[in-house]
């Protein structure tokens, strides 16, 4: 693993701490970036879009997961696999002088993975959630790169939110 790769986990390791995603007994939430992931931000977005992208996942899906009833959930583990931005990032930006923050619109989205665990450490879920819009018209007309990551980041919230009650109706827990 190269150094520049090493420094971006240690950073998000030390400076971005696990969330609390303000579930009912506050789950912590961690977001990893796959290696297919790790190398676009490396080379076309910018490293410093990762912490913009694990903080708004962290937002999103905690906003979702909030009275979910995910009370058995000890930790929410989130791996972005893909993430395409709806404006250039900085980095495109002095890559490409041509690019346009405003006017240059793409359709973006997201691809996850996550992994519901217990206190134990034990899975109790796993999904797949992606969410790219068919065309412009469909997408996010924030101004913001990562647009239409953050609609699939409450996509994937919702899809969480929906597994955490299903799971509380099949393990119903006495109090």
């Known amino acids: 693993m190269n150094r520049h790769r090493w420094t971006l986990i240690l950073g998000v ?3 971005l ?9 506050g789950a912590a939430s961690t977001v990893l970036f796959s290696p297919t992931m790790q190398a676009a931000l490396e080379t076309t977005y910018g490293l410093s879009e990762a912490a913009v992208l694990e903080r ?3 937002e999103r899906v905690g906003a979702a997961l909030r009275g979910a009833g995910c009370d058995g959930i000890a930790q929410v583990e989130i791996t972005l696999l893909d993430a395409r ?20 619109h793409f359709v973006g989205g997201a691809a996850f993975t996550a992994r519901l665990l217990d206190p134990a450490g034990r899975e109790l879920k ?4 992606d969410w790219y819009p ?9 101004a913001e790169p990562w647009g ?3 609609l699939a980041s409450e996509g994937l919230g919702s899809q969480l ?3 955490c009650r299903a799971l509380a109706r099949e393990h119903p827990r006495s109090h």
């Open 13 to 15: 390791l030390l400076i």
């Open 17 to 25: 701490p696990a969330a609390a995603l303000g579930q009912d007994r």
């Open 56 to 58: 708004m996942i962290h």
């Open 85 to 104: 931005p709806t404006h250039p990032t900085d980095k495109q930006i002095a890559d490409n002088p041509a690019l346009d923050r405003l006017r240059t």
């Open 126 to 129: 796993s999904v797949r959630y």
């Open 134 to 142: 068919q065309d412009l018209r469909d997408g996010s007309r924030a």
């Open 148 to 150: 239409d990551v953050r």
């Open 161 to 163: 939110a929906h597994e």
